[in-house]
């Protein structure tokens, strides 16, 4: 299976496992897995998907990069390295976090998706390797005042704008993988949203 195969059927398998785990989510800020943190979440996922996919079994957690003083996030078959975000812009109360595009976009702040593709390009892995987003979004109907709401604001919009900016800062070849899209989801907020996966192909 090639790379671009395995991490869109890993965004599909994640989206498969997600609504059953935010069922079984009892949140410090609301039930629903969307406003745990990024830890809390990649964990609970994955817990799902070696529960029910022997082809995950062996995924590894918080893997050392070989030749940096860092940790990838996670390790699939064939020793494919990935390294997660949480794509989520509102705060379980509903208003914008305002640290969460710094934590997505930025190429001037350590462990943002640019900088994770750029050092995951610049390692000793193998000549391949993936990012992982979790996206969470808000349903048009949540009966909340949004001040601002930008109508690309959509899983599909976002994973361009990341190969976007990525080849801008970092002239890499980095491709959207997959794009699997969930709904029905628990949280007043965090109604609904993706897994995304993208391809960095172009290493060291």
């Known amino acids: 299976m090639t790379t671009a195969k395995t991490l869109r059927q890993f965004a599909d398998d994640l989206a498969t496992v997600l609504p059953k785990v935010d069922s079984q989510t009892t949140g410090q800020y609301g039930d629903g897995l969307g406003s745990e943190d990024e830890e809390t979440q990649v964990e609970a996922l994955l817990s799902a998907l070696q529960e029910e996919r022997a082809t995950y079994e062996d995924?590894?957690?918080?893997?050392?990069?070989?030749?940096?003083?860092?940790t990838c996030d996670l390790l699939l078959r064939e020793d494919l390295p990935v390294e997660a975000k949480l794509l989520r812009y509102w705060r379980a109360n509903g208003d914008p976090e305002p640290h969460m595009y710094k934590h997505v976009f930025s190429p001037f702040n350590r462990n943002t998706l640019l900088t994770d593709a750029?050092?995951?390009?610049?390692?000793?892995?193998?000549?391949k390797a993936g990012l992982l987003?979790?996206?969470?979004?808000?349903?048009?109907n949540d009966g909340n005042e949004v001040q601002e709401l930008p109508?690309?604001?959509?899983?599909e919009d976002l994973a361009q704008k990341v190969v976007q900016d990525i080849d801008y800062w970092y002239d890499l070849d980095v491709s959207v993988a997959g794009i699997s899209h969930v709904d029905g989801l628990q949280h007043t907020v965090h109604k609904a949203g993706a897994v995304i996966t993208w391809e960095v192909s172009e290493l060291h």
Not at 59 to 70: G, T
């Open 59 to 70: 995924v590894i957690r918080e893997v050392p990069y070989p030749d940096q003083s860092a």
């Open 118 to 127: 750029r050092r995951l390009a610049q390692s000793a892995f193998s000549d």
């Open 133 to 140: 987003g979790l996206f969470y979004r808000r349903e048009s």
């Open 151 to 155: 109508e690309r604001f959509t899983a």
